[in-house]
């Protein structure tokens, strides 16, 4: 097989069309409103609730900032324990590590390869006042089990929804479960306005509090009442999200067809598994990933080196996992013995290049390097 | 006097021409990379470091999350005393209780409405980490003694320079004193990047830190060495910010005429005073603040809401000031004992309509209306 010309990547951003765009930006500069909750922000924040099926949305400059947000939003004590996964980007531990919380990560399950329901309640201690899980690559938590354990011990959940853009579980917005969910519209996601993201949530209460935290804590011209900072999406990034509200659909069926011609080139074989997503879930398209079974022909750092030959970039999403990063490995929760799992994983999976407009020759290529070592 | 048929507002966003801006937004659709430190990122960096007459710059999403991450590059002790100047945006005081630090007010010089220096060293305690000084309306704070006091104590500075862009003392960059400089390119700011902001900075070696705490931390694919969020600046604000370079300049021009026509109209009014400059400095042109004082005929919230009849919204800033937020009104620091200066000045300051494209009627209008109470 011969190198590909061009290098293909994990994922491309799934942008309007820019004679689209044109007359939005158009519009946004003859009316010099910017930015500071405009139009479209408003627009963008009632069209979400839709898309989502949730009640409340606010969107912010990015996801990392509304994760951030959130946290406060929630008034967690300082100093107070988080239990998160270490099989998340770097941002999900930050956030709470920033605003000067300390995460403790739990194990998660083989399958979804999300936060293990099953280990969370031995790690809570008196001191622990949320559970922070991820649904990675759009694989939906055990939200039932999760909100079983909160109710139980009094802690709030703020999900990390960066990668489950539109996943519902029968037929419910994923936002919809725990005290607040966040979503990523960062340009390697799903539905993205470049830099961007919300945080959906049930309780009306909180759509004040999370106004206030985003914009400086100003209630009025001369009210400030609350410790906030600057997490406004401007009305550039809005219009781009309007516009992809009409195209991520599309974008989902085109993946849903590539998902299913790599499913059919590697299903049978051996020891490269395919984790599926739950019944009754809806799949984000989010991220493909694969595990390389110890059984298989080589390793994954192997097959990821023998992709990158061939100018194929997949990704090994997530290596290192959180518990390995500088900040965090001295961790007690961060023992190998704590997240055997994860620790295993972290070594196996590898997302393959995923997008709309990955044409059927480059994945059966892919797939035929993965399956010259089987 | 007739109401004026538009609102005319304290400004106006500066923006380029969106002729020039298509064709760059149009090249970053093309190439698919619309942000993570791209190409026009890094080039606007180079860029403002010479504009700023500063060592290094780094962009951010935001002014609020440049500041954030300025009191984490320093690594300022949590809990430890800031000392800081009420007379301010609400994002100064904000920044710092994000952190888990403490805001501590110091009052102000009645002329520039800057920090009082002579009055901080009776504020540092053991317990004192860094000094916060506001450069506000673009008047320079007395870097020299801020700068002495500073090193007898050791402590750190972070000057916000929010109102600041381009400002220089005897020709060097506002941004080389202390330790970090924090820049807004807000749309209300004479240069703007719509939403966005930048730190400046001496030492080298806060480059990598700042970097990394701007990006999760991410030193390398397989490193994540420091606690970081998003404050990326994407492609689309870095281009904007790359055309306003060219804009900026023109703008300040057109608003020293401006100010100049509102000196014409007002510098013989009697009990209103228009803070100057000091000798050596250049004026950055982000304000037009005057002063009423008690003995003129009505008082400011007077002089506001005449004009506001006639469709004149100048803006009472800074009124309330931090030091009555309700986060921060119970500080023993908040007294107004403490505070007599800027106590004084909030009642009595006003913002006055400043931008470049104000016509020279409106400013006569303007001043009219408030000279017919002298």
Chains 1, 2 share one sequence.
């Not at 293909?8 to 009316?31: C, H, M």
């Not at 029968?170 to 969910?181: L, Q």
């Not at 990034?237 to 992809?244: D, R, V």
């Not at 019944?279 to 750092?301: A, C, H, L, M, W």
Request: net charge neutral.
């Amino acid at each position: 097989m011969k190198k590909n010309k061009d290098p293909i990547y994990v994922t491309q951003p799934l942008l309007p069309n820019f004679d689209d765009l044109k007359p939005e930006i158009q519009e946004i500069f003859e009316n010099k409103w910017v930015t500071n909750q405009g139009q479209k922000h408003n627009l963008l924040e009632k069209k979400l609730e839709k898309a989502l099926k949730v009640q409340n949305v606010s969107v912010f400059n990015n996801g990392t900032i509304a994760l951030l947000t959130s946290l406060k939003a929630l008034n967690l004590p300082i100093g107070s324990e988080i239990i998160t996964t270490p099989f998340t980007f770097a941002a999900t531990p930050h956030c709470i590590s920033w605003n000067n919380l300390n995460p403790v990560f739990c194990d998660i399950e083989y399958n979804t390869m999300t936060i293990d329901a099953d280990k969370i309640e031995q790690l809570i201690t008196p001191n622990t006042s949320a559970i922070l899980p991820v649904h990675v690559y759009g694989f939906p938590c055990d939200v039932k089990k999760i909100d079983k354990i909160a109710k139980k011990h009094d802690l709030k959940v703020i999900y990390d929804g960066a990668h489950a853009f539109s996943t519902e579980i029968n037929g419910k917005g994923i936002g919809t479960f725990g005290d607040i969910t966040m979503f990523s519209f960062h340009a390697t996601k799903l539905y993205t306005t470049i830099e961007g993201g919300c945080l959906a949530y049930n309780n009306p209460e909180l759509k004040n509090r999370i106004y206030n935290l985003r914009n400086f804590g100003i209630k009025n011209e001369e009210e400030v009442v609350d410790i906030g900072i600057n997490g406004k999406m401007n009305e550039i990034q809005a219009s781009i999200g309007l516009l992809n509200l009409d195209l991520y659909k599309n974008e989902q069926k085109k993946r849903m067809k590539i998902k299913n011609a790599y499913v059919e080139q590697l299903r049978d074989v051996e020891d490269i598994r395919i984790p599926s997503i739950p019944k009754n879930t809806t799949d984000s398209g989010q991220y493909f990933p694969i595990v390389i079974e110890d059984s298989f022909g080589i390793n994954r750092d192997k097959i990821y080196d023998n992709l990158k030959e061939y100018n194929f970039f997949a990704r090994k999403y997530f290596y290192p996992i959180c518990s390995d990063y500088t900040p965090y490995k001295n961790l007690k929760s961060s023992s190998i013995n704590n997240l055997p799992v994860a620790n295993d994983l972290k070594n196996k999976v590898l997302c393959l290049p995923y997008y709309g407009d990955l044409d059927h020759k480059t994945i059966v290529q892919i797939c035929d390097i993965i399956k010259s070592f089987s």
